[in-house]
Structures are given as C-alpha cells and as structure tokens.
C-alpha cells in the first residue's frame, strides 16, 4: 500500500521533471547554437588571414549581424502571431522607429564633422535653411535617451493602437489591413521633409558609436557579438513569456477568445500586453540595424517590408520561436543571393517559396524535423504492434 501511493504520487512529479527538462534542453540548444556560431565567425575573422579558407570578411560579419537583427524582429512577429493570433502586417513601423531613435543619437555624434561642419545641426537641417533644433530632437545627443526612445516610441504607438484596435474587438484581416494602414500612413509622413527626420534621404554619414569608429573592422566584429548576445537574451525572455501563466492565457486567446473571455478573462488586455512587448523587441532589433548598415530612411516603413517579416515566421514555423529565427536567416540569406543573382526574379521566388511552405510544409522548416521523427515512431510502433498481434494469433 505504501510502496504503490508512493509511486503514484511520484509518477506526475516525474512526468513534469521530464517535460520542464525536455523545455530547458530546448532553450539550451538555442542558446548554445547562437554563442557557438557567434564565437567562431569572431574567431575566424580576428585569427585567420585573408585567403584562408577559414577567414570570415569583415563584409561577412556585417551581413550576418544584419541577419541576426531580422531573426530579432521575427521573434516580435512570432511573439504575437504564433502565439497569440495577431497577424500584424505593420511590424515595420516600431522597427523602424526604434531605428530613427538611434539614428538621431548617431547624427548628433557627428557634431562638426558633416559636410557644412555645423556643430548644433545635422547636415539635412542646414541644407533645408533650419535655424534650429525641433523640439522632438532634444536630448537626443544622451545615449539614456537614446536607450529609453528605442523602446517608449515603439511601445507608445503599440499600446495606443492596441487599446483602440482591441477593445473595439477588430481582429482578423481587418486587423491586418489597419496594421499596414498605421505603417503606409507612417512612411507618407517621414517623407515629408518638414517633419525633421531627413525626408526621402533619411539620416546617414554616421561616423561613430559610443566614441567607436563605425568604419572600423573591430566595432562592426563588436556590433555582431552585442546583436547576438541581445538575440539570446530577447530568445529566454520571450520564452519565459510564453510559458508563463500570462503566456498561457495568451495562447488561449488565439485558440478561442471567446471561451477566454467567458471564463472571466479580459482578452483584450492580454492582446495589448503582448503587443507593447513585441513592438518594444521590434524597436530593439531596428536600433541595432541602423549602426550596422548605416543609414535609416522612410523606405523601411514599406508594407512589404512588413510582409516579408510575416514570410520569415511562416517558412520557419510559427509558435515555435527558434522557427522564427531559422525563417528569418533563411529567407535573408536567400535574398541576398537572388537579388545578386537575378534581382527581378526574387519576388517571384519569395512569393513561391511562401506558396510552397504553405503547401508542404504548413508548420514550416522547424515542423519538418519533428514530423518525420514522429512518422519514423510511428511505423515503429505499428511494425511492433502487428509483431505482437502475429505472436498472439500462432499461440
């Protein structure tokens, strides 16, 4: 009797022990992929010459450092869509925002070393005959500042849009439209070069960051750490998100609000809280964009910048999170070589691939690995299965 209550009451702390460790090996691999990858590219470019095969170019580290900055704004993307159902097609807008947040700190670092060597005005505000600063731009020389603005601009907009968009009960391919409305209506007015943001050019000729040269090898090796190092932290915060009670709740809002709500639940709160979340890591992933690539402008307000961020998760697999990375490298990596390759065509083979990974693949490339694995179990079992049964019938 006390050896049979005693295994009882071990069997679900068992179970439970077996399945938090099958998630922490999970957060584990991710984690340690990253670094590995991260610390051998490092190595790589500071150790070994060029025309080795070895060595990784400095133009290769910049390019996968963009990468990483795209795998950190899917992991936004993934965040409200995967797991809470929202399929915003306006992610642009906060990454682009938290990009003009570090733009104008870098532009103020330029002090008198612009072209017309004006020390309290950018470039673009001396051409256009600006006297002064706007109002917007002050403090914008203070790295806190810079800090605090790649995540309140984001958030603001989010959390205004969301108490409007979700209180009022919007979802679906409204919700989706009204996204992309706020992202079109945001690069028609960044345009505008009243507005104080350098117009069609946007903001460029950065020289430095945190007295660093941009142009040199070892602050864009240094760029590339820092961009991995916050991909990983952002990874372990947005899994401990959606694993959470919160983040429980959040992914029963996307399965069935409506249940969520009768239960006693506010969906609606729930939605804005995870959208400010993932606007602020899109803001985040567009400040570490900008140093990197060195300019910012309206043009990463497009819409269909927005949808590539979309095709990213889905080729690599919604409600998953590592998924919206591989998707993200994935697609980047392929763009790259198209648009080199054959430029016009790339649209056409985005857009194909996306049918494709629909069609084939509709838990996309991380889904694919464990699908097959549990097809292989499967055969197994049933071969065991009929094995057994032919014993049983000859006896």
Request: hydrophobic share 50%; with cysteine.
């Amino acid at each position: 009797m006390t050896s049979s209550t005693t295994n009882t009451s071990s069997a679900p702390s068992t179970a439970s022990a077996t399945g938090l460790l099958g998630k922490l090996s999970n957060l584990h691999v991710v984690i340690g992929v990253l670094l590995l990858a991260t610390f051998y590219v490092s190595v790589c470019n500071l150790l070994f010459a060029e025309g080795s095969m070895l060595h990784v170019s400095d133009y290769t580290v910049s390019l996968f450092g963009k990468y990483l900055c795209y795998a950190l704004l899917a992991l936004a993307v993934d965040l409200v869509w995967g797991y809470c159902g929202i399929l915003s097609l306006g992610h642009g807008a906060f990454f682009t925002l938290g990009g003009y947040a570090m733009g104008m700190y870098l532009m103020r670092q330029i002090g008198d070393r612009g072209v017309y060597g004006n020390p309290d005005l950018p470039d673009f505000m001396v051409f256009l005959n600006w006297t002064e600063m706007p109002w917007y731009w002050a403090g914008s020389d203070s790295i806190l500042w810079m800090v605090a603005m790649v995540f309140i601009g984001p958030g603001i907009l989010a959390y205004v849009f969301g108490m409007l968009a979700f209180r009022s009960r919007v979802s679906g391919v409204y919700l989706s439209i009204m996204t992309q409305a706020v992202t079109y209506a945001l690069m028609l007015a960044f345009f505008r070069n009243e507005m104080g943001f350098g117009g069609n050019n946007g903001l460029t000729d950065f020289k430095e960051i945190f007295g660093f040269s941009l142009q040199s090898p070892d602050t864009k090796l240094g760029l590339f750490i820092a961009t991995a190092l916050v991909l990983a932290v952002a990874y372990v915060v947005c899994h401990f998100i959606v694993n959470s009670k919160m983040g429980r709740v959040v992914t029963a809002i996307r399965d069935s609000e409506n249940r969520v709500r009768f239960v006693g639940y506010k969906p609606e709160d729930y939605k804005v809280w995870i959208y400010v979340a993932s606007a602020m890591i899109a803001g985040l992933a567009g400040a570490l964009y900008v140093p990197q690539v060195g300019i910012i402008n309206p043009g990463e307000f497009s819409p269909i910048n927005s949808i590539e961020m979309v095709i990213w998760v889905a080729v690599g697999g919604r409600n998953s999170l590592y998924g919206a990375l591989i998707g993200a490298i994935v697609v980047s990596y392929a763009k790259t070589r198209f648009t080199a390759i054959m430029p016009e065509a790339w649209l056409f083979a985005l857009g194909g691939l996306f049918v494709l990974v629909t069609l084939l693949l509709p838990k996309g490339i991380a889904g694919f690995v464990p699908s097959i694995i549990t097809r292989i179990k499967d055969k197994k079992a049933n071969a065991k299965a009929a094995e057994e049964h032919a014993a049983e019938v000859k006896s």
